[in-house]
C-alpha cells in the first residue's frame, strides 16, 4: 500500500510539523510496498486528486495478480461434504445414503468425463438462500398411570 506525504520544502513554514501536515503547497510524495516493491518517489505533483489518481493507477498496474482458484474435484467435494456431516454427527444412516448417491453420481461422471464442479458451485453455495425450518416444541406433560390417578383421588 502506497501512502501519500508532502515534502516540505527548505523554506516552508510547516516544515516542523513534518509529513502529517498537508494544508500547504509543497510537492507530494508517495512512499510504501506495491508489487512486492519499495517505493519512495515524488509524484511530480502538489494537487492531492492527481496524486491519488497516480498512486491508484500505479496500485493497479503494479500489483500482482490474484491466482486462479484451483478447480475443485468431484471427488474432493465429496469428501469435504462427508466430513462435514461427521461433524454434524449425522446419524450413520443419512451418511449411507449420501455414499450411495456419490457412487451413481461418481458412474454419471465417469461415463460423461467429468471431473471437475461446475456451475459456480465452489463459490456461490446454492443452498446458502434456504432457511432452516421453525420447529415449534409442544410441552408434554408427565404421565401418570390410572392406578397413581386413583391415588390422588383418594379412593383408595
Not at 516542523?16 to 511530480?44: A, M, N, Q
Not at 493507477?57 to 474435484?73: D, M, N
Request: proline residues 6%.
Amino acid at each position: 500500500m502506497l501512502n501519500i506525504y508532502r515534502r516540505h520544502k527548505k523554506n516552508c513554514e510547516h516544515r516542523t510539523e513534518g509529513r502529517k501536515y498537508r494544508r500547504c503547497r509543497c510537492p507530494l510524495w508517495v512512499d510504501g510496498i506495491v508489487g512486492g516493491k519499495e517505493v519512495r518517489k515524488s509524484l511530480g505533483t502538489a494537487n492531492w486528486e492527481k496524486g491519488n489518481d497516480k498512486v491508484r493507477e500505479w496500485e493497479f498496474r503494479e500489483s500482482e495478480p490474484l491466482p486462479a482458484p484451483e478447480p475443485i474435484t468431484i471427488q474432493l467435494a465429496q469428501e469435504r461434504l462427508l466430513a462435514d456431516m461427521a461433524a454434524q454427527k449425522l446419524a450413520e444412516s443419512t451418511i449411507v445414503k449420501y455414499r450411495q448417491l456419490f457412487k451413481q453420481m461418481n458412474a454419471f461422471a465417469q461415463d460423461r468425463g467429468l471431473r471437475y464442479l461446475d456451475r459456480d458451485w465452489v463459490t456461490k453455495n446454492p443452498a446458502a438462500r434456504l432457511k432452516a425450518p421453525k420447529v415449534t416444541l409442544c410441552p408434554t406433560l408427565p404421565y401418570t398411570s390410572g392406578r397413581d390417578a386413583a391415588d390422588t383421588r383418594g379412593d383408595g
